[in-house]
C-alpha cells in the first residue's frame, strides 16, 4: 500500500508530518521500510495548546535519531491567531498546521508531505461534508496524492494502524484531546459514525464508494469546465452569450474555481450573471450560416462527405473516448451520434412547420418554431435551416438544439462525428480532397 502511494510521486525528498500518535508513527516506520531510497524528514508542529507536546516531540525525536532521520519542529500560535480571528480552535489549528508543514518542505525542499490520514479519518471527511451540503468536490473526500500532500494510508483503518504499531514495538502517545466531545470532528467519530453504522452496518463502505464516484465525477467536471472556460473566457473578459448558454453546474463550478467565496455566493454570483446576460441583445444568424437552398431531403454518406452550394457535412467515425472528451466542448456546428447496432440513415433537410424534437435531457418534445423564436431567428433564415434526421426522426437542427437520440455514453461501439464546414473560406475543402470521397458524396435527393 505505501509502496504503491510512493510510486505516485517523483520527490526524492519527502516530508512526513509526525505528531508522535499511532496514525502518523505507523507511517513513519512504514516510510521507512518502503523507501529506503529516499530522504525522509519528519516533521512535529507545536501548537502550543497541551502541557504534554513537549514530552510526544521527545518521543518523535527519539524515533528518529535511532534511525538516523533527520527531524524538524515548526511552531504554530493557534491560541494567539484563534483570539484575534474568534474562529474554532480546529479550524485554526488545522490552518496553521498546514501553512506550518508547507514552510518545512519548501524550506528544506521537499517534494511531497506525507500525512497520516487514514480510511477512518476518509469517513469521517466524507460524513462532515454530507453534512455541510458539500458539493462533488467535498464528497470526494481525501485524495491519495493532490496539492503536494501524500496519504500512503487512505486504504487502512485506524485499528490497522494501532495493531501494526503494537506488532512492530514503534512508540506512540495517544492525544486526550481526541476524547473532547465538544469538538464536532469527535463528536461525529465517538457518537454518530457508532449509531448510524448500528442502524445501517456497513455505512462506511458505501461512504467510500460515493467519494470514489465523487471523485471520477468531479475529475470530469473540472475538465469540461476548464475547456468551457476558454471559449467563454477571452483576456478576462465574459462573453455573455456562451455564458448564458452554459448548464448552471458549469458555471457554478467556473466561478469556484476563480473566485474566493462560499457556495451560496457562488449560487447567487452565477444567477446574476446570467441574468444580466439574459439582457444582452440575442445572437441572430450571420450571413454564412448553413442554409439549405434545396427542398427535397439530402442523404449524407456515413462515412463520407456531403457537398452543397456554400458548405459541406462531414460525417467520419472517431475514437469513443476521443468524443467523451470533446463532447461538452464541441463547436454549435459538430454533432457526436452513438452509430452503434443496426445500419440507420442519415438524412438532411429543410425545417418545416409542425417540426418536433425531443431536446436531450427534458421530458417530451418541442416545436423548432419555438427554439427558433427563442434563439431570436429571422423569419428569412429559418425557412433554409439545415434539420439533420436519423432514420426520419429530427435529431440535430445545427447551432441550436440536439435531441436525446443516439447520446454518447462510455458504452458506445461506434461515435460518428458530423461537422458542417464552410466552402466559401479559409475551412474550404481541397479538390483533392473532393476527388477523393469519390462516388460516395453525390447528392442523392428523395421526392
Given at each position: 500500500m505505501v509502496r504503491?502511494?510512493?510510486?505516485?510521486?517523483?520527490?526524492?525528498?519527502?516530508?512526513?508530518?509526525?505528531?508522535?500518535?499511532?496514525?502518523?508513527?505507523?507511517?513513519?516506520?512504514?516510510?521507512?521500510?518502503?523507501?529506503?531510497?529516499?530522504?525522509?524528514?519528519?516533521?512535529?508542529?507545536?501548537?502550543?495548546?497541551?502541557?504534554?507536546?513537549?514530552?510526544?516531540?521527545?518521543?518523535?525525536?527519539?524515533?528518529?535519531?535511532?534511525?538516523?532521520?533527520?527531524?524538524?519542529?515548526?511552531?504554530?500560535?493557534?491560541?494567539?491567531?484563534?483570539?484575534?480571528?474568534?474562529?474554532?480552535?480546529?479550524?485554526?489549528?488545522?490552518?496553521?498546521?498546514?501553512?506550518?508543514?508547507?514552510?518545512?518542505?519548501?524550506?528544506?525542499?521537499?517534494?511531497?508531505?506525507?500525512?497520516?490520514?487514514?480510511?477512518?479519518?476518509?469517513?469521517?471527511?466524507?460524513?462532515?461534508?454530507?453534512?455541510?451540503?458539500?458539493?462533488?468536490?467535498?464528497?470526494?473526500g481525501m485524495q491519495l496524492w493532490s496539492d503536494g500532500l501524500l496519504r500512503p494510508l487512505l486504504g487502512l483503518r485506524r485499528a490497522d494502524s494501532?495493531?501494526?504499531?503494537?506488532?512492530?514495538?514503534?512508540?506512540?502517545?495517544?492525544?486526550p484531546s481526541n476524547l473532547d466531545l465538544t469538538a464536532d470532528r469527535n463528536r461525529l467519530r465517538e457518537v454518530v459514525i457508532p449509531a448510524l453504522e448500528a442502524f445501517h452496518p456497513g455505512l462506511a463502505d458505501h461512504l467510500i464508494g460515493l467519494a470514489e464516484s465523487a471523485s471520477i465525477d468531479d475529475r470530469f467536471l473540472a475538465e469540461v469546465t476548464a475547456a468551457f472556460q476558454e471559449r467563454v473566457v477571452v483576456e478576462g473578459a465574459l462573453h455573455a452569450r456562451l455564458w448564458a448558454s452554459l448548464p448552471e453546474a458549469i458555471r457554478r463550478r467556473m466561478l469556484l474555481q476563480n473566485a474566493d467565496a462560499?457556495?451560496?455566493?457562488?449560487?447567487?454570483?452565477?444567477?446574476?450573471?446570467?441574468?444580466?446576460?439574459?439582457?444582452?441583445?440575442?445572437?441572430?444568424?450571420?450571413?454564412?450560416?448553413?442554409?439549405?437552398?434545396?427542398?427535397?431531403s439530402l442523404i449524407i454518406p456515413v462515412p463520407g462527405i456531403l457537398h452543397l452550394e456554400s458548405f459541406a457535412v462531414e460525417a467520419q467515425f472517431v475514437p469513443v473516448q476521443a468524443a467523451l472528451q470533446r463532447l461538452y466542448v464541441a463547436g454549435p456546428l459538430d454533432l457526436y451520434l452513438d452509430w452503434s447496432g443496426p445500419a440507420a440513415e442519415l438524412g438532411m433537410r429543410r425545417w418545416r412547420q409542425g417540426d418536433r424534437i425531443r431536446p436531450l435531457g427534458m421530458r417530451g418534445t418541442r416545436k423548432l418554431q419555438d427554439v427558433f423564436v427563442d434563439a431570436k431567428v429571422p423569419a428569412a433564415a429559418r425557412q433554409r435551416w439545415p434539420v439533420m434526421e436519423v432514420d426520419g426522426v429530427i435529431t440535430w437542427v445545427p447551432g441550436l438544439i440536439r435531441a436525446d437520440t443516439r447520446p454518447v455514453s462510455a458504452m458506445s461501439g461506434r461515435v460518428?462525428?458530423?461537422?458542417?464546414?464552410?466552402?466559401?473560406?479559409?475551412?474550404?475543402?481541397?479538390?483533392?480532397?473532393?476527388?477523393?470521397?469519390?462516388a460516395n458524396s453525390r447528392l442523392i435527393l428523395i421526392e
Open positions: 504503491e502511494a510512493l510510486g505516485q510521486i517523483d520527490a526524492q525528498v519527502v516530508l512526513v508530518a509526525v505528531s508522535g500518535g499511532p496514525d502518523s508513527m505507523c507511517l513513519l516506520r512504514a516510510l521507512v521500510a518502503a523507501a529506503p531510497d529516499r530522504s525522509l524528514v519528519a516533521c512535529t508542529v507545536h501548537h502550543g495548546l497541551r502541557p504534554e507536546a513537549d514530552a510526544e516531540i521527545e518521543l518523535v525525536a527519539a524515533f528518529c535519531r535511532e534511525r538516523g532521520i533527520r527531524h524538524v519542529v515548526r511552531h504554530a500560535p493557534v491560541a494567539a491567531v484563534r483570539k484575534q480571528t474568534r474562529r474554532s480552535l480546529q479550524t485554526v489549528a488545522r490552518e496553521l498546521r498546514y501553512q506550518a508543514l508547507r514552510d518545512a518542505a519548501a524550506s528544506i525542499g521537499a517534494g511531497a508531505i506525507a500525512l497520516g490520514h487514514t480510511r477512518d479519518d476518509q469517513v469521517e471527511t466524507i460524513l462532515m461534508h454530507v453534512l455541510r451540503g458539500s458539493g462533488l468536490r467535498g464528497l470526494s494501532h495493531r501494526y504499531c503494537e506488532l512492530l514495538d514503534v512508540p506512540h502517545v495517544h492525544d462560499s457556495r451560496d455566493q457562488i449560487r447567487n454570483r452565477s444567477a446574476q450573471l446570467a441574468k444580466a446576460a439574459a439582457d444582452v441583445p440575442h445572437w441572430r444568424a450571420p450571413a454564412w450560416w448553413p442554409q439549405l437552398s434545396r427542398e427535397p460518428l462525428h458530423l461537422r458542417l464546414v464552410r466552402e466559401d473560406d479559409g475551412s474550404r475543402l481541397e479538390p483533392a480532397e473532393r476527388r477523393k470521397t469519390g
